[in-house]
């Protein structure tokens, strides 16, 4: 292998990208255009979702209330935990949605009442992730409506004088205290809209077999390994070019808060765009139209990405089909990575599941497409 050689495929690459107008806007301009309109036309303002329970009274009442909120399975409970710390730990790592907070004296309370004219009973809190806004709500949502009918399921206190009881929840979110859409959505679509160099590495690559230019270079002493590395170093630098003009957007234009490392947005943003170029390079390698390969990433990647990797809508923990097919995009991931370093701040050590993802399918199909590329060369 030649790094010279790998460098001049690189080199003439870059050369192309800047010279063609179309190829320069969908591999620079075009993410951050997509981003400013789907950002408006998807804020939109469940499913199984785990939760941590801060059981402060340990009576039997409690106990009895979240069988009430567990029975049909919609939520579980994924721990019970001691104190806020590790609520702020297992929301910050993703392994709950929600917690729930049980006062201390929630059973003497509930079944004493209390003297008429008191705020309330028991009050309860409850804290959602505020990242995805839309779960959120469901979610605040569901277990409010479940706590109340909990409530009128349990008998009144004895002394006729006392309120009938009540339950009061109150709900807080988290990384975003206001749920607006805007700040849960705009992260996550710069995660789909930087696909879109996957795309035009894809049409680069057809486009050669399609003009017959992919004949010629086949025939120079340029290896498959050069070749394909030269293409896709010169793609990952423009679409990390775009990165930079979406995240302005997000931050300047839409004000959503970065509360990440700059340093590894743009780290794990390369480990992306080796995952989903590498899709784009499978997709070259078999097809030598380019309408052909629009047609492809369009079906298999960008479509999938909409509906199928929590841009919309979690990703469905009780379907195995929308598992594994949420986990083979490689923008279920990146959406996952956006979102907590735009709202939590959180670092590798919190993201490696998700970056460990990306780079496993990355690798592997950068593997893949060397060793069939050699064969069609």
């Not at 479940?146 to 709900?171: G, H, I, T």
């Not at 170093?233 to 070019?241: D, E, H, M, V």
Request: charged content about 15%; hydrophobic content about 55%; some cysteine.
């Amino acid at each position: 292998m030649s790094l010279r050689r790998t460098l001049a495929i690189a080199r003439k690459e870059l050369r192309h990208i800047v010279r063609d107008p179309r190829l320069l806007f969908l591999v620079t301009i075009a993410p951050t255009l997509l981003a400013l309109t789907f950002s408006y036309v998807f804020s939109f303002d469940v499913q199984q979702a785990a939760l941590a329970v801060l059981d402060l009274d340990r009576s039997a009442l409690s106990r009895q209330l979240l069988s009430h909120l567990t029975a049909d399975g919609d939520f579980w409970v994924h721990s019970y935990v001691s104190s806020f710390a590790e609520i702020d730990e297992l929301l910050l790592r993703g392994a709950v949605e929600a917690a729930l907070v049980i006062p201390p004296g929630f059973d003497r309370d509930i079944r004493r009442g209390r003297p008429v004219g008191a705020q309330s009973l028991a009050p309860l809190l409850l804290i959602v992730e505020g990242m995805d806004t839309i779960e959120a709500r469901q979610n605040a949502g569901y277990l409010e409506a479940r706590v109340a009918a909990f409530a009128a399921a349990v008998p009144a206190p004895d002394s006729s004088q006392s309120p009938a009881p009540r339950l009061e929840v109150r709900s807080r979110a988290w990384y975003n205290p206001t749920l607006k859409s805007l700040l849960s959505m705009v992260p996550a679509l710069v995660a789909v809209v930087l696909q879109m160099p996957a795309l035009a590495l894809a049409l680069a690559l057809s486009r050669e077999k399609e003009s017959g230019s992919f004949e010629s270079l086949i025939t120079t002493p340029v290896r498959g390994v050069e070749y394909l590395l030269g293409k896709l170093s010169a793609y990952i630098a423009s679409g990390l070019f775009s990165a930079f003009l979406t995240l302005a957007v997000a931050v300047f234009w839409f004000h959503v808060p970065f509360r990440g490392n700059l340093g590894l947005f743009f780290l794990l943003s390369t480990v992306f765009f080796l995952a989903s170029m590498g899709l784009g390079l499978l997709v070259g390698n078999f097809v030598s139209s380019q309408q052909t390969a629009m047609v492809i990433m369009m079906l298999v990647i960008f479509i999938p990405s909409f509906f199928l990797s929590g841009l919309l809508l979690p990703v469905d923990r009780t379907s195995p089909w929308a598992q594994i097919s949420g986990l083979s995009l490689p923008a279920t991931h990146f959406i996952h990575i956006c979102r907590s370093l735009f709202l939590k701040g959180v670092g590798l050590a919190e993201l490696w599941p998700s970056a460990t993802w990306l780079a496993v399918m990355g690798i592997g199909l950068l593997v893949f497409n060397i060793l069939l590329f050699r064969k069609r060369a």
